[in-house]
């Protein structure tokens, strides 16, 4: 009888079955057995083998390009627009001009031969280290460009078009003043997304921004920044209005880009310029600026 137990029992072990009380015999590393228990995975690891077999300190962190699958959603359009339309950031490489803009593949590093030749081309926009300011950002299907002091188109001026005449005689109107940021040789990054921009928000934008401009060490129009001004004017911001006394950098946090801007010379010789929000007959909101100062805010419904 005792014999008969001691072959059915080797018999379980030739088959691989478990036997109650008892940890399996299972090979180790260098093919020899070992009787040490194995270790199985959790169900959320069965239900993602690879990232199981990819878990480990060594591993790289999740790039740029991992975003959202749905479509830029148009709430998270205004949000880009609010918070990093506006904002300043000191530049991680040189910046090409050129009226069409630099293309940057999202979440890809940069091909330096090809900036190289876009600088030698277009030249150069902002040199490395340069702090620089959004100026504008547009959404197309599969591409977001981003102005940079002003972009690198020429702007138009209706003041550089219009001769005043007298008689026979005319003469050049004076040369307008332009922008600040128009002062400064613009630039367009033109970011690329091959299966279509996806939602996002402004900290993914800035990041997918990240390999030619550090927004880190610049104050943000959006957060930071605003907790140093004035009482006033941080309701102001809060309430997304502007109020005199408020600079231009204020009025960026507090309403966006407008939608117009026309610069004026009253009959006393002060330069005026107004940022106009709205148009007509809807709500429109008119901010005149004196300097970087606001001195007049005018609503009309």
């Known amino acids: ?7 059915a029992f080797l018999a379980l072990l030739a088959f691989g079955a478990d036997v109650p009380g008892m940890a399996p015999l299972r090979p180790g590393p260098s093919g020899v057995e070992s009787n040490a228990p194995v270790a199985l995975p959790s169900a959320q690891q069965a239900a993602h083998p690879a990232a199981t077999a ?13 975003h959202s699958s749905k479509s830029l959603q148009p709430q998270s359009r205004l949000l880009l627009i609010r ?14 001009g050129g009226k069409k803009g630099y293309k940057l593949p999202a979440g890809k590093p940069i091909d330096m031969k090809k900036l190289s030749d876009a600088l030698r081309l277009y030249g150069t926009a902002a040199g490395q280290g340069d702090t620089v300011q959004i100026t504008g950002i547009e959404f197309r299907s599969d591409e977001i460009l981003v102005r940079i002091n002003g972009g690198g188109k ?21 040369q ?14 033109v970011l690329d997304y091959p299966r279509g921009v996806p ?20 104050h943000s129009s959006a957060v930071n920044w605003i907790d140093t001004l004035a009482p006033q004017f941080r309701e102001a911001i809060k309430d997304e209005k502007a109020i005199v006394g408020m600079d231009s950098e204020m ?14 010379r009253d009959n006393e010789g002060h330069d005026t310029e107004d940022w ?13 600026f004196e300097g970087d100062t606001v001195i007049r805010v005018k609503e009309f419904n």
């Open 1 to 7: 009888m005792g014999a008969q137990l001691t072959v």
């Open 54 to 66: 990819g878990d480990s300190s060594d591993s790289p962190a999740p790039q740029s390009g991992d």
């Open 83 to 96: 918070y990093v339309d506006g904002e300043f950031a000191r530049t991680v490489q040189p910046l090409p």
């Open 154 to 174: 020429k702007h138009f001026h209706w003041r550089d078009h219009v001769q005043v005449g007298i008689g026979n005689v005319s003469t050049p109107p004076p």
């Open 176 to 189: 307008a003043q332009d922008y600040a940021t128009q002062q400064i040789p613009g630039a367009t990054l």
């Open 199 to 218: 939602d996002m928000g402004p900290d993914d934008l800035k990041r997918d921004l990240s390999v030619m401009l550090d927004f880190s060490k610049q």
């Open 251 to 264: 009025v960026l946090a507090a309403m966006g880009r407008p939608e117009h801007k026309v610069r004026e």
């Open 276 to 288: 106009i929000y709205g148009t007509p007959p809807s709500k429109t909101t008119f901010v005149t």
